[in-house]
């Protein structure tokens, strides 16, 4: 169970899913550059995590502490710890 929630001020959002067992977890934030190949931007959570739910909140910058653009009705997806922000 994935979600990912715009929360509107600042480019944040809330970012929430489930685990049934444990697993050493990556979240990073992937977003298109100007050739629209996903490139990892950001990396939220890199250690293991037992069964449950968890909320992480990410800012909206890249590693750099650049802010990226959200754009109204962009799609976001996830795959194996990726949160893909597409164009």
Do not use: C
């Not at 600042?10 to 190949?37: A, K, V």
């Not at 590693?63 to 962009?74: D, F, M, V």
């Amino acid at each position: 169970d994935f979600r990912a929630t715009y929360l509107g001020f600042g480019n944040s959002w809330e970012i929430s899913f489930t685990l049934t067992q444990t697993y050493t977890e990556e979240l990073s934030i992937w977003y298109p550059d100007e050739t629209g190949r996903d490139k990892k931007v950001r990396v939220l959570y890199n250690k293991t995590l037992g069964p449950g739910t968890y909320t992480f909140y990410w800012d909206g910058l890249d590693e750099l502490g650049n802010r990226l653009k959200y754009r109204a009705g962009q799609n976001v997806r996830y795959h194996n710890g990726k949160v893909v922000m597409l164009k």
